[in-house]
Every structure is written in structure tokens, then in C-alpha cells.
């Protein structure tokens, strides 16, 4: 397998009980070969709107006075030919039905991973996903994750899906960069309207996409890739 693609993940409201109205996961991927350049260039515009080269990127850090970097990083993505993104996104997590398919929360939470990972992974390639940390059971979830995506293609020696592993966000500056785009799709499909930096936000990837976020895309957008879910 010559190429290794890492896959860079995180999610906003996936808990099941966290009075949040939408569910999102997603992930960056790029060519490992590819990390080090990128996250350079990513320090280099920090330095260049006055940021420390460590400043963590977060959606919630997206303020008035910062929103012109935040706008520089939309335009970072999607003029970088080596960056894609796709995301899960579950618009009424009151639409679950968990009963009715035999299943838990949890479970429903690694048939999200899957669904949002399944069209990324192409034969012939090899993967390492990383995941941003979110809470004291996040080991035993990531070694689950690992075994269900491995199981599911047939992976019993993990050449295909070599690794699945946590990191925190500020340590790998494309996890933060992910953050971004999940951050953005969780206020839209929450209907959240009330902080104009975060739409202005909102206004530039809409326009760089060429999609209003509300909606799948087609299923092989290799740039800017969304699946919208709902319960049948």
C-alpha cells in the first residue's frame, strides 16, 4: 500500500442526552506525506494575523476581533488542493429511535463513524484516524471504533486500518481544523443565529462550497463532502 492517508476527526453534541438539538461528526484527510507542510503553513498564518504560532483553533474561540483569520482559514481549505472534509450530520437527535433497531446510543454513535468513514476508505490504501479526546471513556471508544471499522472491511490484520488513535486538539492543528468545520455545521443545523462573526463564518464556507449545509452533497464530493442523516 503506497498511499497512507491520516484522517482527522472530531464531533460536536454526540452525547445522547446533552439537551443539544443536532449531532456532527467529521474528519479532515489529507496524505501523510503531506501533515508537516501543511501544519507549517497553518503556524505561518497565526504569525501573519498576529496569533501565536500555538493558538489553538476552535470554532467557540471565533470572536469578532479574530474573524478575519477564521476567514483565512476557509480560505487556507479550500484553496489547498491536498485538504478534503466530509460530515455526519444528524439534524433532530429526538428523531432516534434507538429501541426499535436493538441498539444503544453508543452503538448508533460507531455506525455514525462508520458512515461518515466508509466512503474514505479505498482499497489499495492505508489509514491512520486520529480523534480528538473528549471524555474518561474515550480509550475504550477509540479501541472499539478500531475493531468495528476493521471488522466491517475485513481488516483482521489492520493493514487497511492501520490506526485509530486519540489525540487532543491543540497537539494536531488539523483535529483544530476540523473543529472549525464541525463547529460550523452544528450552529446551522441548530438554527443558531446570534453570533455575526460566527455567520460570517458560516457566509464564506457556504460560498467557497458551493452549498447551503443543509443538505447532503453529492455522495463522491471529494472537497467539501456532507451526508445528512434522517431516521426512515
Same mark, same amino acid.
Request: glycine share 0%; hydrophobic share 25%; net charge positive.
Given at each position: 500500500m503506497d498511499n497512507i492517508f491520516n484522517i482527522y476527526c472530531d464531533e460536536s453534541c454526540h452525547l445522547e442526552h446533552d439537551r443539544q438539538k443536532a449531532m456532527v461528526l467529521g474528519g479532515i484527510w489529507c496524505l501523510d506525506e503531506k501533515k508537516k507542510r501543511i501544519a507549517r503553513q497553518l503556524r505561518e498564518l497565526k504569525v501573519r494575523y498576529n496569533l501565536n504560532p500555538k493558538f489553538e483553533i476552535k470554532w467557540n474561540k471565533i470572536s469578532p476581533a479574530r474573524v478575519d483569520f477564521y476567514l483565512a482559514l476557509v480560505d487556507f481549505f479550500f484553496?489547498?488542493?491536498?485538504?478534503?472534509?466530509r460530515a455526519f450530520i444528524i439534524p433532530n437527535k429526538g428523531e432516534l429511535r434507538h429501541e426499535d433497531f436493538g441498539q444503544t446510543h453508543d452503538e448508533f454513535y *460507531? =455506525?455514525? *463513524?462508520f458512515r461518515l468513514l466508509k466512503t474514505l476508505l479505498e482499497p489499495g490504501a492505508s489509514y491512520n484516524i486520529y480523534l480528538d479526546i473528549k471524555d474518561t471513556q474515550g480509550?475504550?471508544?477509540?479501541? =472499539?471504533?478500531?475493531e468495528y471499522l476493521c471488522n466491517s472491511r475485513y481488516d483482521f490484520d489492520r493493514?487497511?486500518?492501520?490506526?485509530v488513535q486519540q489525540v487532543r486538539s491543540h497537539e494536531l492543528e488539523l483535529v483544530a481544523l476540523a473543529d472549525l468545520f464541525i463547529g460550523a455545521l452544528s450552529y446551522v443545523h441548530r438554527g443558531l443565529r446570534e453570533s455575526s462573526a460566527k455567520m460570517a463564518v458560516i457566509d464564506r464556507i457556504r460560498q467557497r462550497a458551493g452549498y447551503q449545509l443543509l443538505r447532503s452533497t453529492l455522495y463522491r464530493e471529494n472537497k467539501f463532502n456532507l451526508f445528512v442523516w434522517h431516521q426512515v
Open positions: 484553496d489547498n488542493p491536498d485538504l478534503h472534509f *460507531y =455506525k455514525c *463513524y480509550e475504550e471508544k477509540v479501541r =472499539k471504533l478500531h493493514e487497511m486500518i492501520k490506526r
